[in-house]
């Protein structure tokens, strides 16, 4: 069974960094992705890294600020999001998938952590 747990969600002023991490437990081979929801909105994707860190994605909304790896041992997965704007507020979601279809849809990937919160405001 895998388990996922995120971190590193806080409040920023518009133009700040944060880092979110995904603790994991129980992955084989599973790629794993960053998703946001912002309230009254549907789930977004975000960005995502293969098993091996070779294949990574980026939603155009975020490309050139946000980093997605993962480490040697695979776990934790990070996402470092730099030049944060308001339009970044939201609930940020890890997920891991057995196998993917489509990277970018959320109905893709089994497992889900339990969110963590980013609001940017000044």
């Known amino acids: 069974q895998v388990y996922l747990e995120e971190s590193g969600g806080g409040s920023v002023q518009p133009g700040g960094s944060l880092r979110l991490s995904c603790m994991a437990s129980g992955l084989t081979n599973h790629a794993m992705a960053w998703f946001r929801q912002a309230p009254g909105k549907e789930r977004e994707f975000v960005a995502a890294?293969?098993?091996?860190?070779?294949?990574?994605y980026y939603a155009d909304s975020v490309k050139g600020r946000f980093t997605i790896s993962r480490g040697y041992t695979k776990t934790p997965v990070y996402l470092q999001m730099n030049a944060l704007g308001p339009e970044d507020t939201a609930v940020y979601y890890c997920?891991?998938?057995?196998?993917?279809?489509?990277?970018?849809?959320?109905?893709?990937?089994?497992?889900w952590g339990q969110g963590t919160q980013v609001t940017v405001s000044s």
């Open positions: 997920a891991a998938a057995d196998t993917l279809g489509s990277w970018f849809r959320p109905e893709e990937y089994d497992y």
């Open positions: 890294i293969s098993w091996k860190g070779r294949t990574i």
